[in-house]
């Protein structure tokens, strides 16, 4: 039998970015697990489409994850800077 791992409310990450990512993993692991085959033999160019958006929208979720958390990085490196300074 197929398991999803599912994300319980109380392990669901703080941060929007961090939750996007694991949101769209287990999107794309549903899609994998139960969807994709009998999308594909209904219409495979839609399942096609389908699955390429699952697979982008992780992508994008994952590059914004790390955008979000260099920015962060920057941030504290800003303020310990700034702190040491004064």
């Known amino acids: ?9 109380e392990t669901i990450p703080t941060g929007d970015a961090t939750a996007a990512v ?6 794309l692991e549903l ?8 999308l594909r033999a209904a219409n495979p160019l839609y399942g096609a489409r389908l699955a390429t958006l699952i697979t982008e929208l992780r ?3 994952i ?3 790390r955008k979000v958390n260099r920015l962060a990085d920057e941030l504290t490196k800003m303020r ?3 702190e040491g300074s004064a």
Request: hydrophobic share 35%; glycine share 4%; proline share 6%.
């Open 31 to 38: 899609w994998n697990l139960y969807l994709d085959g009998p």
């Open 1 to 9: 039998m197929n398991t999803v791992a599912v994300i319980e409310p």
């Open 63 to 65: 590059r914004t994850e």
């Open 59 to 61: 992508c994008a979720t």
């Open 22 to 27: 694991r949101y769209a993993s287990e999107l």
């Open 80 to 82: 310990e800077y700034r």
